[in-house]
């Protein structure tokens, strides 16, 4: 065997393992399925043509989320998506396996709006840390800096996310008020002017029931 057909035998393996995750993590930060499953393909070419790269088999996992990451950045930034869309998980051919809807559950509602205001770096340390669990060096190497600019992005990540959940959190309690408002029945006008005074009526209807 070859080192090339070892490269391809060796990167089949890593698609069949770690294909399905990398999807998910494209899907979020594309918020387009199709797209997402194109560049997955992408993400694994490009891990054969790099596979010298690749010094500890052991660490394939972040190797394959990093090249994922700047395919993804690469794509972005050739459309201009400056901001980044909350994806709703809608299908439009692509078949989702249990650990991809396990994965997008974990991100629904307020948190995928509130990640849709944070800078495309910082989410991509959360997307990577929270809902993929790469942790200390992986994380590192995946965003494909030291470990400490990791952890320090990290932490702006999250503090990021507390500061865009408290607004998102705020702007939903206005919507539902203006839901409930919306809902409340109206309250009933007189169709003619009345001048009696407010009670008057009340005063009349006690007075027959004691003439009565």
């Known amino acids: 065997m070859t080192d090339r057909a070892g490269a391809r035998a060796c990167v089949e393996e890593l698609y069949a393992e770690h294909h399905a995750e990398i999807y998910s993590y494209l899907c979020r930060m594309l918020r387009d399925d199709e797209l997402a499953a194109d560049l997955t393909q992408e993400t694994f070419v490009k891990a054969f043509r790099a596979y010298d790269t690749l010094l500890d088999p052991a660490r394939a996992r972040p190797w394959l989320y990093q ?40 991100l629904t509602g307020e948190m995928e709006r509130a990640l849709a205001a944070l800078p495309e770096r910082q989410r991509m340390a959360l997307l990577l840390a929270e809902v993929h669990d790469l942790t200390g060096l992986e994380l590192a190497e995946a965003l494909g800096v030291s470990h400490v600019a990791a952890r320090a992005v990290l932490t702006r990540a999250r503090e990021a996310l507390r500061q865009a959940l408290t607004v998102e959190r705020a702007r939903t309690a206005v919507a539902e008020a203006e839901r409930t408002l919306r809902g409340a029945p109206a309250v009933s006008r007189p169709s003619t002017l009345s001048w009696r005074r407010p009670g008057n009526h009340r005063e009349e209807r006690d007075d027959r029931e004691d003439r009565g």
């Open 67 to 106: 090249i994922a990451g700047r395919t993804a950045l690469d794509e972005l930034r050739r459309r201009r998506l400056v901001r980044f869309v909350p994806w709703t998980g809608e299908s439009r051919g692509t078949d989702s396996s249990a650990e991809e809807v396990a994965l997008r559950g974990r």
